[in-house]
């Protein structure tokens, strides 16, 4: 695992950010890959872990309230119709062709997503959504406007068919009874497209206590108001003054603690500030592992 980080070039406190999140993948029961149950992105210092609509549907039917669980794509040349009210229905027959489904490119543009539950006694529930709708979704993603912003693909531009299967499920999963997993995952989808950093811990991910935590939107004003005293120092936004995340790893009192510190400093500190933050983190890195055994020198990252 060593070799692979060393050939990617990525740094300490980035692998460890990146093993963190395969073990919570792990502590979910999602697969990380091609499997489509979760996937790891990479970007910057951070490392994100963000569930599949896959792994949406994996952990809805593992939470025992659902025998099954799917989504399709509607397009336009697709019969398609919806009912409301007290008796609801869903009707979709995919364009055919001699009796087998015809091409996508034969059915047409896409018309909108869906996703069906099948509850253990039978009964079934739905959500459907126009593509006007999905698209609202992707416009007011925090992730995407951040990409397009930075004039980079995201997965709505690469794989919008998935990404509106996705949307359909996540909704859908939002009124099913949901496990602890299934509850997880979809906070953490939320924060993802809220454009936050998950902050996964190597400690947290290991014992199971770590759990996401969803702001308010509206509280955003209320810390930028907070942060008007913190402009005393020279900090916007609420941040720590430089001095207190310097002496906070300088008092780090092993490896994983220095670690720890030192993702969390990196998190809330000025780009103009990660070079002496990660000096003194080799610094007291240093220092920890003169004292540790041999064996435990050679287990640490190299520098």
């Known amino acids: 695992m ?5 050939t990617f070039g990525l740094r300490e406190h980035v692998r460890l950010r ?3 999140n395969q073990v919570q993948s792990c502590q979910l029961g999602l697969q990380i890959g091609l499997m489509g149950e979760a996937h790891l992105v990479v970007f910057g210092s951070q490392c994100q872990l963000i569930p599949g609509y896959q792994g949406l549907v994996k952990l ?4 025992g309230s659902v025998q099954d669980i799917y989504a399709h794509e509607v397009r336009i ?11 609801r229905s869903l009707i979709h027959e995919p364009l055919k062709k001699n009796g087998f489904p015809a091409s996508d490119d034969e059915r047409g543009a896409i018309a909108g997503f869906y996703a069906v539950a099948v509850f253990n006694d039978g009964s079934r529930t739905f959500y459907a959504l126009s593509k006007v709708q999905v698209e609202w979704v992707r416009d007011h ?3 995407y406007q951040m990409a397009k912003k930075n004039r980079k693909e995201s997965p709505w531009d690469t794989h919008f068919v998935p990404m509106g299967l996705k949307t359909a499920i996540r909704r859908l999963c939002n009124l099913l009874p949901k496990s602890p997993e299934l509850a997880m995952a979809l906070a953490m989808d939320e924060l993802n497209e809220r454009g936050k950093t998950l902050n996964i811990g190597m400690a947290e991910a290991i014992d199971g206590s770590w759990a996401p935590i969803i702001d308010d939107e509206s509280s955003e004003s209320t810390s930028n108001e907070a942060g008007a005293d913190d402009q005393k120092s020279g900090r916007e936004g609420g941040k720590p003054p430089l001095d207190t995340l310097l002496a906070s790893i300088s008092q780090a009192a092993s490896v994983d603690d220095l670690d720890e510190r030192y993702a969390k400093a990196e998190d809330t500190a000025d780009d103009g500030d990660l070079e002496q933050l990660l000096r003194a983190y080799r610094s007291r890195k240093a220092a920890l592992t003169d004292t540790a055994s041999p064996v435990s020198a050679i287990v640490g990252v190299a520098k």
């Open 141 to 143: 993603s925090r992730g």
């Open 60 to 63: 809805a039917r593992n939470s």
């Open 2 to 6: 060593r070799t692979v980080y060393a």
């Open 77 to 87: 040349n697709d019969k398609f119709d919806i009912v409301l009210g007290l008796n």
């Open 18 to 20: 990146f093993v963190a």
